[in-house]
Every structure is written in structure tokens, then in C-alpha cells.
């Protein structure tokens, strides 16, 4: 497949790494991660400015309507970077009110609002013990006046405390539904703490919170899975973005270290090694941009194949060249004194973020047309 970016993308994704590589050095990153608050907001007026919130929003809203390719460009650049910004949360949040929104009214105004930058989403998809189970959803929501009242525990919501906002699922008369809830609702108690890579993540506990129903035309189970597999292809470019950082590290890396007076680079052992950890990045990429693509598939079992697909490689490369990495930077490669180690950080939880290698796998064998060979 040929695949090459815009004009326009490439332009948009120029200006983004210069901004970062100007203001986002790792330093200024491990400074942002140390604070009490986990994330920074001068650095998120700036994403606005450069327009990465208006992105995804739709024309009508004030946004580009920017798709998941364009989507793609902008999150290998924040991966490289280490972007601990809420981004990714409000990105699929923003998604969630397309996709399941009516584009009208409060959900209009939400969106309006989202792109300008004011403020952040969030998607609760987890719940205790459900591992990776989009659809074992035990929050509740009853009917309360003239909205509704959520009762349940959300768990691993990404940058929930930061977030303005949160989509939940919960249980309405037993289906599944997508709620609204503001982040000051009354009854709802948050736990925020920060996650091995630097991230923020919170659980939500809500008793009989006040929430708004989203009345799109898909706002059902199948938009949640639709959601998740939006946030999973974002993931698997934002892995992209840390695999190309992390092997660049590593190869800068041998080429300073010495051994035997020369420096380690020109072992052929270790170039071997790195070619390798190249060609797993090279075949994520690809598995990745395929994704980007068949996501706006009307073939459903395309779209889940396609992301399922890619979810399982960018794990396999994800482990791989992060382990390779640490090993070719010896002693330092564990330490939080270089990006290497917290590059692998992010990968990890990108791998165990919304299924892990042995849960897409499975999804994908459970897809029609897969047929099992014997070896």
C-alpha cells in the first residue's frame, strides 16, 4: 500500500514537532509529570492555538473535522514527545459526542467548546474486575426528573480527574446507554493518581450522580465499541511516535557508549538487534495506517479486524523494541535520568490499554472468515 500524507498533514505535523521540540524537551516533560496537578495548562492553550483541539471536532462545531489519518499524524508527534497532556481523553471524548451526540444543542455547545480548547472530556470505559470487557457494565442509571442519576464505580479513567466532562456507559432499563456527567455533579467522588508513565487516571465513584442521556442515533453498545476502536487506533499512533523515539534514543545511544575502545554501534551483534527493532516499528506502522483507514468502514467486521490487527502488532512491537532498548542501554535503560526508560513506560501501558496482545488476538480469530490452520 502506498500511503504517503497531505500537504497539509505533513505541514501540520512540522509545526507541532517544532513546537514541541522547542517547549516539550524532556526536562520540561519530567517537570510537567512532578507537579501536583500532573499536566500543564499553558501547554494545552498552546496545543489549542496550533488547533489540535479543534482537529477532530466537526466544521459545524468551529473544529476540521480532521479524520482518523489526520488524527494519526498528530499523535505519532505527541508519542515521540511524551505528551502527558489530557489529549488523547478529550480526543475520544469528542468522538463519543459525534458519534452518539445529536450535534445539537448542549452537544453542540460541548463540542463548540471542546475545540476552542476550553475545556476536556474524558470516557469512562472500565469498571472493577471487567478487565477488558467493553460491555460488563454494572453502573446504573434511573430515571430522575426530567435526567437521570448514575450509581457505579468507572476505574483507569484516563485523565479523568482533569476533565471537564466524562461519557459514561451505564445500564438503562438493562441496556447499555452513554451518559454526560459534569465533572462538579453532586455525588461523585474522585480519586486521581498518577500511572507508571507519567499519565493521570482517576476512579470515579458515582451514588445517584445527576447525568444527561446522549439521544444520537447510536448511542448504544455498538457506539461504545465504535469509541473504543476510535481511541485504540489513536493509541497505536501515539505508540508509532514513542517507538521512532525510543529506537532513535538507542541507536544515539551506541553510538556514544564505548566498549573495547570503540563505541558499541560498530558491534555487528547490536546492529543486527537494531535492524530489528526497526523492522517491528516498520510493521506496526503499517498495521497502523491500515487501521487509520478502515476505521470509517460501513464493513463493521473490517473496521474491528483492521484495529484489532494493529493493536496486537504495535504490543508485540511495543515489547520488543522497548526490551531491546533497555538492553542496549545497559544499567541506564531503567533509570528515570534518560527518555528511554519512560518511553517503554508508555508503550506498556499503551499494550495493556483497551486489550492487550492476547485480547485483540482473540477478537480478531472471533471475526468472520478467520480459519484456523494447523501448524
Known amino acids: 500500500m502506498n500511503f504517503n500524507f497531505t500537504d497539509e498533514q505533513q505541514q501540520f505535523a512540522d509545526a507541532l514537532r517544532r513546537y514541541l521540540d522547542k517547549h516539550y524537551g524532556f526536562e520540561a516533560r519530567q517537570a510537567i509529570v512532578k507537579t501536583e496537578a500532573g499536566v500543564s495548562g499553558e501547554h494545552w492553550s498552546a496545543l489549542a492555538e496550533l488547533g489540535l483541539t479543534a482537529l477532530p471536532v466537526p466544521e459545524a462545531q468551529g473544529g476540521f473535522d480532521g479524520s482518523a489519518i489526520d488524527m494519526l499524524v498528530v499523535m505519532q508527534e505527541l508519542g515521540r514527545a511524551l505528551v502527558v497532556e489530557p489529549y488523547w481523553a478529550t480526543a475520544v471524548g469528542i468522538e ?3 458519534l452518539s451526540g445529536t450535534g445539537e444543542g448542549d452537544d ?17 470505559f472500565h469498571e472493577p474486575d471487567a478487565r477488558y470487557d467493553l460491555f460488563s ?4 442509571a434511573a430515571r430522575a426528573g426530567d435526567g437521570f442519576a448514575l450509581s457505579g464505580t468507572k476505574s483507569v479513567v484516563q485523565h479523568g480527574a482533569q476533565a471537564d466532562y466524562w461519557i459514561v456507559p451505564a445500564r438503562l432499563d438493562g441496556e447499555i446507554a452513554l451518559f454526560i456527567v459534569a465533572r462538579d455533579a453532586a455525588n461523585t467522588q474522585i480519586t486521581d493518581y498518577r500511572t ?6 482517576a476512579t470515579l465513584v458515582f451514588n445517584a450522580t445527576p447525568a444527561r442521556k446522549l439521544n444520537g442515533r447510536h448511542a448504544g453498545a455498538a457506539a461504545l465499541e465504535h469509541i473504543a476502536d476510535y481511541a485504540t487506533v489513536l493509541l497505536c499512533s501515539e505508540a508509532i511516535g ?8 538507542t541507536v544515539e545511544y551506541t553510538k556514544t557508549r564505548q566498549q573495547f575502545g570503540v563505541p558499541i554501534a560498530r558491534f555487528q551483534a547490536l546492529q543486527h538487534r537494531m535492524v530489528e527493532m526497526l523492522i517491528h516499528t516498520e510493521q506496526a506502522r503499517s498495521a497502523t495506517y491500515l487501521a487509520a483507514v478502515h476505521y470509517s468502514s460501513d464493513d463493521l467486521d473490517e473496521r474491528r479486524r ?22 542496549l542501554h545497559g544499567g541506564m535503560g531503567v533509570t528515570n535520568e534518560v527518555a528511554a526508560a519512560h518511553l517503554f ?13 492476547d485480547h485483540h488476538l482473540a477478537r480478531f480469530a472471533a471475526l468472520p472468515g478467520f480459519i484456523m490452520t494447523d501448524a
Open 96 to 98: 463519543a459526542l459525534k
Open 108 to 124: 453542540a455547545a460541548l463540542l463548540e467548546r471542546a475545540a476552542q480548547g476550553e475545556i476536556k472530556l474524558a470516557v469512562a
Open 137 to 140: 457494565v454494572a453502573t446504573t
Open 196 to 201: 507508571i508513565d507519567g499519565q493521570r487516571a
Open 242 to 249: 514513542a517507538l521512532d523515539a525510543l529506537n532513535a534514543a
Open 306 to 327: 483492521a484495529v484489532s490487527a494493529a493493536k496486537v502488532r504495535v504490543g508485540q512491537a511495543a515489547r520488543f523494541v522497548g526490551q531491546q532498548a533497555v538492553q
Open 345 to 357: 513506560k508508555r508503550l506498556a501501558i499503551i499494550e495493556t490499554t483497551l486489550g492487550d496482545v
